[in-house]
């Protein structure tokens, strides 16, 4: 998969997103990036031999207040990682795109990752 193949399942993702959560996200840019850097991958806590499917750099809304005149907010989606893990079954990789996307920006609402992973069940 190339990388403007990837970035339209991307794309993809965040048109499909449902309208009540579409309508919130705030000052905010989603970037693909082919690896994680090393610093991303601390910044992350990763532990060694881990990797990461996306990051979120930003102020999440829950913590914003006079919140103006800010660059947004940055959600990166790392395509080698999850084409590695997806095996290149294209199903897969939409999925995992899709549900990295999404708990990227269960960060920018302001949820740590154990209220992200609480929000399936």
């Known amino acids: 998969m190339t990388v403007p193949e990837f970035e339209s399942l991307v794309a993809n993702a965040l048109d499909t997103l449902p309208e009540q959560f579409a309508a919130i996200v705030d000052n905010v840019e989603v970037v693909v990036e082919v690896w994680p850097t090393p610093e ?63 708990h990227e920006l269960g960060h920018h609402f302001g949820m740590n990752d154990a209220q992200i992973r609480n929000t399936g069940k």
């Open 40 to 102: 991303e991958l601390a910044e992350g806590n990763v532990p060694p031999g881990m990797t990461l499917f996306g990051l979120y750099h930003g102020l999440p809304q829950t913590l914003r207040s006079n919140y103006t005149g800010v660059l947004p907010d940055k959600i990166i989606i790392f395509m080698g990682p999850i084409l590695e893990a997806c095996g290149h079954h294209p199903d897969a990789i939409k999925i995992q795109v899709r549900n990295t996307l999404l």
